[in-house]
Each structure stands twice: as structure tokens, then as C-alpha cells.
């Protein structure tokens, strides 16, 4: 199975937003499945950030919940998590998993 494939990082000042691309392998008659997004900094454990269940529902951590949101959309089959009012503890690998496989990761560095 192929691995997700996530995109959209970069350097951002606090306040700003970003948007992370995830594209996942998937046919068109295909069903979705769970798609995760977590991160990861330097010290810490990985965490969960945010998730959609193959119903589409969503879940949000309560450490971005209110700022973060995540999406689905079919026709690129590319899960979306949008971050507004970053903040600098946002700084982090963020990492995509689907079906159980991960993404290699992209980085968000918010500065103060």
C-alpha cells in the first residue's frame, strides 16, 4: 500500500495560518478510512492533533481545538488541516497516517 504524502509546512509568524495537504492512496470506488494527523517536536512524544473517521467525523484535539480544522475532499482524495492563530508551541513535524501507514512528515515552525 502507498504510502500519504503530505505537504504545506513552512515558517509562519504567530497568529498566521497554514494549510497541510495529505494525499492518500485511493481509488475512485474505494472507501476512505480513518486519516489521522499528529505531530511530533524534538523532545516530546508524538501526539494527535486531529482525525476524520471514514463516516467523516471529525475530531480535535483540545490543544488546537477552535484553531484547527480538518477536512475531506473526495475528488483528489487529499485530507486538509487547516491551522489558524498558530502559535509557537504549534512548532512541530506534523505527520499524516492512513490505513496504519505514516507520512514522512512536514515541518511547521510558528516564530514569536
Known amino acids: 500500500q502507498v504510502q500519504p504524502v503530505e505537504s504545506g509546512g513552512g515558517l509562519v509568524q504567530s497568529g498566521g495560518s497554514l494549510r497541510l495537504s495529505c494525499v492518500v492512496s485511493?481509488?475512485?470506488?474505494?472507501?476512505?478510512?480513518?486519516v489521522e494527523w499528529w505531530r511530533q517536536d524534538p523532545g516530546k512524544q508524538r501526539e494527535l492533533v486531529a482525525g476524520i473517521t471514514g463516516d467523516g467525523v471529525s475530531i480535535i484535539a483540545d490543544s488546537v481545538k477552535g484553531r484547527f480544522t480538518i477536512s475531506r475532499v473526495n475528488a483528489n482524495n487529499t485530507v486538509y488541516l487547516q491551522m489558524n492563530k498558530l502559535k509557537p508551541e504549534d512548532t512541530a513535524v506534523y505527520y499524516c497516517?492512513?490505513?496504519?501507514?505514516w507520512g514522512q512528515g512536514i515541518l511547521v515552525t510558528v516564530s514569536s
Open positions: 497516517r492512513h490505513r496504519g501507514l
Open positions: 485511493r481509488s475512485s470506488y474505494s472507501t476512505w478510512g480513518p
